[in-house]
């Protein structure tokens, strides 16, 4: 069971990225998903997440701002972010509940 996301870089303010989290295995489609960040020297946290069904939840700080989406026929998660700040530059990282694993991580810098 891997992980692997993908789909950081550098962006100005205001911008937008899309991340993306492959997943091997047949766990995806059970499993209820995250996405975490972490700023350096500052605790993971978690950004979004969505069920298997497709229920969302979201950090206030990025209401309105992130989408998490999931495409169960191509085990893939997706992360879409818009209006982007420099306080969300951080390592991003997907997350299976099922299983507790957790992907490497990509990097978003959003410069001011």
């Known amino acids: 069971v891997q992980l692997q996301a993908s789909g950081g870089g550098l962006v100005q303010a205001g911008g937008s990225l899309r991340l993306s989290c492959v997943a091997s295995?047949?766990?995806?489609?059970?499993?209820?998903m995250d996405w975490y960040h972490q700023a350096p020297g500052k605790r993971r946290d978690m950004v979004a997440a969505?069920?298997?069904?497709?229920?969302?939840t979201y950090a206030d700080s990025v209401k309105g701002r992130f989408a998490i989406s999931r495409d169960n026929l191509k085990n893939t998660l997706y992360l879409q972010m818009n209006a982007l700040k420099p306080e969300d530059t951080a390592v991003y990282y997907c997350?299976?509940?099922?299983?507790?694993?957790w992907g490497k991580g990509t990097l978003v810098t959003v410069s001011s």
């Open positions: 969505i069920t298997a069904g497709g229920s969302t």
């Open positions: 295995g047949s766990f995806f489609r059970i499993s209820a």
């Open positions: 997350h299976s509940r099922s299983g507790d694993v």
